[in-house]
């Protein structure tokens, strides 16, 4: 009942399907679209209040943000221009009933009835940091202490998989710090060191390597290399559906000026603000407690129980 | 600091004007999508704990669902039939790089890129049930005394408005009953009961009234009316954005044996199963204490504080 899951080191499906026999995600049709069990969600809410715990010294300003934004924010913030293929739109019917009518013949016809629809002002949410940035620059300029901000949201990225740590929609828990590059650095470093400390006391196994972000084509190469020769961006890895691949659970990204200049975030002397975020993947988090410690969380190590359970 | 809302009898933006200016909300540019504060966010915390309380008694299974689910489900579900303006389908790039190149320039040149997305396998979920129905009648006949879930989900509507209380991206806490027509009004009866008393607790002047859903069309008007005459859906109503045309802050619904039959839901013996459900919208409920209560939790009425922050 307990026993680990055989370490799946190809095949991600075999971990997924582990996961749907042993009841804590459901099949929808979808690959990474599931229903997740109550206590696959206790898990999360149990991991989230430990890294609350974490933070509580930071005293950061929590904001929620739903799982769709403004397109027009999206067009700006430059998403469209390095991960297009993952980006989604929400569209709708916005006919009158003759074409309702042919919305329901072609749907009666298993005709493609998609295209009756148009583009609606909302996109769906990639990262739980994207609206931040213009909702506090509307907010005026920053204090010198900068400011820091506790986010969670869900987040769609299209990229059907069947590795269940790639959903197309899942929670991210964030932390963003606004401030000086020296102020936004010392809040990254401090998150690599707690992250890490956190995640073995959960009796995961973890490394944290610098990383890249997955930039759309060859442009996206050059951008990618950027990113790891300057440093910005690190993750914690945990074998997850994979001993060979390991699954970024969490990130450290530091954005130096990008999302200052874009959206004018300053300080009052005029200096444009620096940013960086520590984010948490809740279901890659929650699947590699299950992966490592057994389908059932009653037999999991007492110190790992105490900890989640405190 | 803490005086209720000036009633806004008439304009609902004044109340809205007011939750922006309260820092309660922020604005995003998109009628319907809006940031909550923190404090917006405990008070949604809070009332949910409390529905929890209200129901532990019933042993109700949880189940979470993301914000979206399988186009095919809601294909099937009848939903663009009966509320084809609502429904939100996620579309997706799926160009090359020469395809990207476009996108990029037209986005430049500010023309509507959006059709060079595609339709992508998801949609977004219109009410948190929907994809519970097919979940369940995959895992076989129900027993005798039928099945009953614990439901959260964001739910997506497209119905942009300057009323707080219709976003287009809102969270739906919803109980759903699957048994014998017995089973299932019963427990309809016991939460019609149960959610009046709850909201009254609260300090907050409701009624509870016969209703209708928002069925498209002329053909629609028909579907309303019969749903009326059979008393399939009722609604707790209370003030928020306008005292005139109160909203809809719980519903209960008896569906009959709409969705046993569509997805194939029954007893072990081959008996459709019938099923009912309350919803309680989370964000209207707490807008409704912070119309009633001022804008300072700190001086909500002691009962109320003591009820919520138990």
Not at 26 to 48: C, K, L, N, S, W
Not at 90 to 108: T, W
Not at 279 to 290: K, V, Y
């Amino acid at each position: 009942m307990n026993a680990p899951f055989k370490a799946p080191t190809t095949k991600a499906v075999d971990f997924l399907d582990g996961l749907f026999d042993a009841g804590l995600l459901m099949r929808t049709g979808v690959d990474g679209v599931y229903g997740r069990a109550g206590i696959f969600e206790e898990v999360i809410d149990r991991f989230e209040a430990l890294v609350t715990r974490a933070a509580v010294g930071d005293g950061a300003t929590r904001i929620h943000f739903p799982p769709g934004m403004p397109r027009r924010m999206l067009e700006k913030s430059g998403y469209l221009k390095s991960f297009p293929q993952l980006a989604g739109c929400v569209h709708s019917f916005m006919g009158n009933e003759r074409d309702h009518a042919q919305l329901l013949a072609m749907l009666e016809k298993g005709e493609d009835w998609t295209e009756l629809q148009q583009a609606t002002e909302v996109v769906l949410t990639p990262a739980a940091c994207y609206p931040l940035y213009p909702t506090v620059a509307a907010q005026g300029p920053l204090k010198p202490a900068g400011a820091l901000f506790d986010l969670k949201s869900y987040c769609f990225r299209h990229e059907p998989s069947q590795d269940p740590a790639r959903m197309q929609l899942f929670r991210m828990r964030e932390f963003v710090r606004l401030g000086t590059a020296e102020q936004v650095t010392a809040f990254r470093q401090s998150w690599l060191d707690r992250g890490e400390r956190l995640i073995a006391a959960l009796g995961l196994p973890c490394v944290v390597d610098l990383a890249n972000d997955p930039f759309f084509g060859r442009a996206g190469k050059m951008l990618a290399n950027n990113q790891r020769d300057q440093g910005l961006k690190f993750e914690l890895l945990i074998p997850v559906a994979s001993d060979d691949k390991p699954t970024a659970c969490l990130s450290f990204n530091y954005h130096q000026d990008h999302f200052g200049s874009l959206w004018g975030l300053q300080f009052e002397d005029g200096e444009i603000a620096h940013s960086a975020c520590v984010g948490f993947g809740l279901e890659r988090t929650a699947l590699a407690l299950f992966r490592h410690h057994g389908t059932d969380v009653e037999a999991w190590p007492d110190e790992v129980r105490s900890l989640l359970w405190a």
